[in-house]
């Protein structure tokens, strides 16, 4: 099993401290740093302020050589699609071709009003959503000197030249995630390298894994094609204080924790990693909310990811 950091600068961060988590990330052997693309806390005063997903990774991309980087998720509604995929693409080439996308429809109300952006109904999010997943691997995929049209309801491009391109042959993987039942088993069948499960049950991410195997046969797509991860809190301890100590510093109850995430001692969370991947998940999102602590990350490197091999 993949083990992969995953972090939310937007309850309060600097470049700075997510450097030290990147970096201590790649020295720990974790596969990647991946990170929310979100503009308002959730909770506290979020100081010193939110930092923009794409300029942290492209800063990020320059200071680290191994681990590869990503969003858990980009919102469609923040960016236009050709815009994004020109940045993407960027960081890709800054990176060596280390860069993954994650993209979602969008979902909290409060940051776009916080920050001027428009925020339409579900179902126009989900359109503009599944454009943008066409539009950006569209262009990704025009081959150099050709051009690119689309004209969707509400995107249109005319003879872009499609450019810059990834260094990944065939475009940045795309991760597509949540618990929808119809559109998106659909759209990641079509679109996505990776379907993820946020914050949910091994029995609910066995059900939502199945959705989309049964979505890419009925798209004619192999469904082992796709790779089946979970994104889940972490809180781990080496005795029931440091445990304590983990939860009450992100403002989580122990035993909330253990029942929802990869939480208690090292062997608490190599059992629980264990039904994730029986449940299907080849790869895990660990939701490092304390950023600070980075004896979090050596302590799961040293305990944990050895066992998952």
């Known amino acids: 099993m993949d083990l992969r950091i995953f972090t939310e600068p937007q309850m309060g961060a600097t470049y700075d401290d997510l450097l030290a988590v990147a970096r ?3 020295e720990t052997g974790f596969d990647a740093f991946f990170r929310s693309d979100h503009y308002l806390t959730m909770g ?3 100081l010193p302020g939110p930092t923009d997903a794409w300029l942290t990774l492209a800063g990020l991309a320059r200071e680290t050589s191994r681990i590869r980087l990503g969003t858990l998720m980009t919102a469609a509604t923040f960016r236009l699609p050709g815009p994004l995929a020109i940045s993407v ?4 080439q800054m990176s060596g ?3 993954e996308l994650g993209l979602g429809s969008g979902w909290f109300d409060d940051e776009h009003s916080a920050y001027g952006i428009p925020f339409p109904p579900l ?3 989900f359109d503009r959503f599944e454009e943008q997943l ?3 691997t569209g262009m990704w995929t025009t081959p150099v000197g050709s051009t690119y049209d689309f004209a969707g309801e509400h995107y249109r491009v005319s003879r872009s030249p499609a450019l810059p391109k990834p260094v990944q042959a065939g475009g940045v993987p795309i991760l597509v995630g949540g618990r929808g039942k119809v559109r998106t088993p659909r759209l990641a069948a079509r679109y996505a390298a990776e379907f993820n499960v946020p914050f949910a049950s091994a029995a609910d991410n066995a059900q939502l894994f199945d959705r989309v195997r049964s979505a890419c046969t009925e798209a ?3 469904p082992s094609s796709v790779v089946y991860s979970s994104a889940l809190v972490l809180c781990v301890g ?3 204080a440091e445990v304590a100590r983990r939860a009450a510093a992100i403002g989580r109850d122990p035993e909330e924790l253990r029942a929802d995430g990869v939480a208690g001692s090292p062997a608490q969370a190599v059992d629980t990693l264990g039904r994730f991947a029986e449940a299907g998940a080849s790869r895990v999102y660990l939701q490092v909310l304390d950023l600070a602590d980075l004896d979090h990350l050596d302590l799961v490197a040293a305990e944990v990811a050895p066992q998952l091999t």
């Open 238 to 240: 080496r005795d029931d």
């Open 24 to 26: 201590r990330t790649e």
């Open 44 to 46: 506290g005063d979020g």
């Open 97 to 99: 071709g280390r860069v």
């Open 134 to 136: 066409a539009l950006i």
């Open 123 to 125: 179902g126009e999010r």
């Open 89 to 92: 693409a960027q960081v890709d």
């Open 220 to 222: 004619g797509r192999d």
